[in-house]
């Protein structure tokens, strides 16, 4: 049988070189001509293709007559992406720091403020990069893989790696923390049993553990404090987190001032500073102003006596009780944050207005060094205006950055209301920004709101199914 010859128009090729087509153009009827796997090799390699090429398609393209039709012959092989190196860490650096809520409505309060590794312990394994596979198109081209990515060695202190080049150890017992890219591993105060004035104050610069009691001492850290126990009379400050499993006896000279957040069992005859939320199951006879929000989580919770002002809202299962005992809730910022708002634009306006002038003195300075050839780089008056300008520039970078915080604190006091999921009793005073109301009566399912410069109440039922 007489073969058909094919010119390279009946190749094709796809935009990215990875597939060619074969078109086989119908021979004359009668003519009893067809093409051969031969005839179609010839043509597949003068038309520039070298690599995947499917002998089974051609076949079927030759015997089921599949005419003026482009078909796929070949097929390139695309590159195998390789992996970007990565660590392994082996320590739990996620921890929400939130007291837990058991099946019976009770809350837990044994809360897990950081991860504890010891010397020698590892912490963290480099896997690294895997190569990817080049490939190739039906014409024989390479097609590069993308090169994967090798990460630099882990940064921080607290430990080393090992001669291997991928595992990395502890060289010391301590706190592990994890923030972006970065290791750190710090020393902890850490006291198995309890505290009292026979030991003296706790100062530590880093975390405080107490697995026990806390009477009578002060404590300062400039990290967490976490105590197991019961917190009586003493005082504690901590520049992140504090959590008292136990609670607080505050014998009214307990301070619990944190610059993170608070959670408690409860709070009694103490005062209670946050620059977060505040978590605890009773408030009683207690001072308390957080800059987030005030939780009383526990289904027997409840504030009774005292004050509570927080930021963003309180939410508690009951206000107040039957003796009518005075209890002061507050929410949102009333007029005392936008006065001292007021307060660092001044300050700040006058900050400016010294450095302003200070400059314009010390550049008259310069002018004069410029045109005599004298120094007066020692003159009492020019390092006295250097010392204005120093101060006041730093004066004013802490005012600009206290009225940033403020500016947030009054942000997230919009919308702030009062929550009570069962009772609210006469005696219970609320205020909202400096909107103020009393409870005459015992209300349930309530929910305080501002509206209209007024504080009214809503079914809270009603309200969360709005």
Not at 90 to 118: C, H, W
Not at 345 to 356: G, M, V
Request: charged fraction near 25%; glycine fraction near 10%.
């Amino acid at each position: 049988m007489q073969t058909l010859q094919l010119d390279r128009t009946a190749i094709s090729f796809s935009p990215d070189g990875m597939t060619a087509y074969l078109r086989l153009p119908e021979p004359e009827p009668g003519t009893g001509l067809n093409y051969s796997p031969e005839a179609v090799q010839a043509a597949l390699a003068a038309g520039g293709v070298k690599r995947g090429i499917d002998q089974k398609a051609i076949l079927n393209m030759i015997r089921s007559r599949i005419y003026d039709r482009s078909v796929a012959v070949a097929a390139g092989k695309p590159p195998q992406a390789g992996k970007d190196g990565y660590y392994e860490y082996l320590f739990q650096s996620q921890l929400d720091g939130k007291p837990r809520i058991n099946e019976d409505g009770t809350v837990s309060y044994a809360i897990k403020l950081f991860e504890m590794v010891t010397e020698g312990q590892v912490i963290a394994k480099y896997h690294p990069a895997v190569q990817g596979v080049d490939g190739y198109t039906v014409k024989d081209a390479p097609v590069r893989a993308k090169p994967a990515r090798e990460l630099p060695p882990l940064r921080g202190r607290g430990f080393e790696c090992k001669e291997d080049g991928i595992t990395y150890v502890a060289t010391i017992t301590g706190k592990i923390d994890k923030i972006n890219d970065k290791i750190n591993i710090l020393p902890v105060y850490e006291v198995s049993g309890d505290v009292d004035a026979n030991m003296g104050n706790i100062e530590f610069r880093g975390d405080v553990i107490i697995h026990g009691s806390v009477d009578d001492i002060e404590i300062r850290a400039t990290g967490t404090v976490s105590i197991d126990g019961v917190v009586q009379g003493a005082s504690i400050f901590a520049n992140k987190d504090i959590v008292i499993a136990g609670g607080v006896l505050g014998n009214g000279k307990s301070v619990i001032d944190a610059k993170g957040k608070i959670s408690a069992k409860f709070f009694e005859f103490a005062t209670v500073r946050s620059k977060g939320d505040i978590t605890a199951d009773i408030f009683l006879n207690s001072n308390v102003y957080c800059e987030g929000g005030a939780f009383v989580m526990s289904k027997k919770g409840c504030i009774v006596g005292g004050s509570v002002h927080a930021v963003s809202g309180i939410e508690a299962n009951s206000i107040g009780n039957n003796a009518e005992i005075r209890t002061h809730v507050l929410v949102g910022n009333g007029g005392e944050v936008r006065m001292k708002m007021e307060e660092l634009r001044n300050s700040i306006k006058a900050a400016e207005a010294n450095i302003t002038k200070a400059e314009t003195i010390l550049q008259k300075f310069q002018e004069y060094e410029e045109k005599t050839g004298q120094s007066c780089k020692d003159d009492p008056r020019r390092v006295q205006l250097v010392r204005i300008r120093v101060r006041d520039m730093a004066r004013k970078a802490a005012d600009e950055e206290d009225l940033k915080k403020l500016k947030l604190m009054l942000e997230s006091a919009k919308g702030a209301n009062i929550k009570v999921r069962k009772k609210v009793f006469p005696g219970v005073f609320i205020s909202i920004d400096s909107c103020d109301t009393s409870c005459k009566d015992t209300f349930s399912d309530i929910i305080f709101i501002k509206q209209q410069e007024k504080v009214v109440m809503r079914r809270l039922s009603d309200w969360g199914s709005a």
